[in-house]
């Protein structure tokens, strides 16, 4: 069900509540982990959350970041830890995906609007050309986001009478391919990368191939088209239309609609899509699923909707400082992590995983020592965690004049510090806890701003969080 004018006092309330929450625990969303004993964060937390984190094991930290269904906790938590817990839950977007049909509708398929038998060929039913289209060379985290995209996408573009689909960010191509090929839309491919939309091209010209060996029935192909643009905010939005008319053959005075799909634009690219949504009379509706946030460089005070990446919203836009609203970038880095994922590494006792934090964060200390000026250096990740001096001498490699010396590795200081890797776990794990209500308040602004431009809009977890981290996606119809 798509949410309207009635529903924007709900969304503002929850905005503005989770804000002040976010300001509340402002110095632990900015805090980082691999500071935690150069700055000693352990001593900065509330006293009786100190004492009482302070002798529970790793797993049980899994109720802090995904609640029990049933009341079967055995650790008692400390009151304010409570509270925040449950209004994380009130104030949160849910993440736990939502369920629609999977299924294909071959009759549909096949069938014209007057509802004629009409010979298509679907791709998708063939046992050989379907396996090439949906999983050939395609990563199990990519075939769920495409399975599910795809369907939504294919389910409003028929609700709307909408034929045409300009796929930002396409990349490679697999979700346009399936959308054409496999449901008969016509698909435009935006991507910046000439080599991608190169490679794009190669694996449509290898699927009709396949297609026509295979097919005996007149076959109906919707291949795709592909530009290669580099979207940012100066782009004419008049020109890009025109561009993506002429890739379809259709002339620019020529009036047709289209939807807008975006599968994880980063940055800035997701406000540089919702605003040529909401400005193109021609498009219909926009599936928006957003990542990467703490990668929205634009963060200025412009009323004007086109330079700015957060926040978008005229309610906060207007009726808030700019310190209410702020969300510092380490706070939208937090909020793209992988919560459900470290909530199994603490439930299944994956000790080598958890221990990351706290190698890091004692390597740190040992920087800052004799290099304070390369605090804070990207060190290079360690696949397989193994003893803490392989971790230095490989984690320093590639920066010049670094050489973590021996005796710092084997000090009592270090050594007590890598003893408290559980103390890391939890401030981590706290951080977390937090982390999906700065996803939430960027998702809401951008909920808001459609809203509030008038059109039909929803917000649902479309992925399961376990296989996809991001996992909402914003889809809007204009009234």
């Not at 993506?244 to 540089?272: Q, R, Y």
């Not at 207007?318 to 937090?334: C, K, M, Q, T």
């Not at 006792?349 to 958890?354: E, G, Q, R, V």
């Not at 965690?385 to 010049?400: G, I, K, N, P």
Request: aromatic fraction near 8%; hydrophobic fraction near 35%; charge should be positive.
């Amino acid at each position: 069900m798509y949410s309207h004018h009635n529903d924007i006092t709900s969304i503002q309330s929850k905005l503005r509540d989770a804000l002040k929450v976010i300001k509340i625990y402002e110095w632990l969303l900015d805090s980082y982990v691999l500071d935690f004993y150069v700055d000693n964060h352990w001593d900065k937390m509330p006293k009786s959350w100190i004492q009482t984190l302070g002798h529970i094991s790793p797993e049980h930290l899994t109720d802090l970041l995904i609640p029990p269904v049933q009341n079967t906790e055995c650790t008692v938590w400390p009151l304010s830890l409570l509270a925040l817990r449950t209004l994380m839950q009130r104030l949160c977007i849910p993440r736990e995906p939502i369920s629609f049909s999977q299924r294909i509708d071959a009759e549909e398929n096949q069938s014209d609007s007057n509802n004629n038998p009409k010979k298509k060929f679907n791709c998708l039913t063939h046992p050989k050309i379907g396996t090439v289209l949906t999983k050939k060379n395609i990563k199990a985290k990519k075939r769920h986001e495409i399975e599910r995209m795809s369907q939504l996408t294919v389910n409003i573009a028929r609700e709307l009478n909408v034929n045409y689909v300009v796929d930002f960010g396409s990349g490679l191509g697999h979700l346009a391919r399936v959308l054409a090929y496999g449901h008969g839309l016509r698909v435009c491919c935006l991507e910046k990368e000439i080599t991608l939309t190169d490679q794009a091209n190669e694996l449509d010209n290898q699927l009709t191939d396949l297609a026509t060996r295979f097919c005996t029935d007149e076959i109906t192909f919707r291949r795709p088209v592909h530009l290669n643009i580099c979207l940012n905010r100066d782009t004419s939005f008049k020109d890009l239309v025109a561009a993506i008319k002429k890739s379809f053959g259709i002339a620019v005075n020529e009036t047709f609609k289209f939807g807008i799909i975006g599968l994880h634009p980063c940055g800035d690219l997701a406000s540089i899509l919702t605003n040529f949504y909401l400005q193109s009379s021609e498009a219909k509706f926009l599936n928006l699923v957003g990542c990467c946030y703490f990668k929205i460089q634009n963060l200025s005070n412009s009323t004007n909707i086109r330079n700015k990446g957060y926040p978008l919203s005229e309610y906060l836009n207007r009726h808030f400082d700019p310190n209410d609203y702020h969300l510092s970038f380490v706070a939208r880095e937090i909020s793209c992590h992988a919560i459900e994922v470290y909530a199994n590494r603490l439930s299944d006792k994956n000790y080598d995983n958890l221990r990351v934090h706290s190698f890091r964060a004692a390597i740190e200390k040992i920087i800052c020592k004799y290099w304070p000026e390369k605090k804070r250096s990207g060190l290079r990740s360690i696949k397989r965690l193994t003893t803490f001096r392989d971790y230095c001498h490989q984690a320093v490699s590639h920066l010049d004049g670094i050489h973590i010396p021996d005796h710092d590795i084997d000090s009592t200081d270090t050594l007590a510090n890598l003893e408290r890797w559980k103390s890391v776990v939890i401030f981590y794990t706290l951080r977390l806890v937090l982390a999906p209500l700065v996803e939430s308040v960027i998702l809401y602004d951008r909920l808001l701003c459609l809203l509030e431009h008038g059109c039909h809009t929803k917000i649902d977890a479309i992925f399961d969080p376990v296989i996809s981290a991001r996992n909402h996606i914003i889809t809007a119809v204009k009234s």
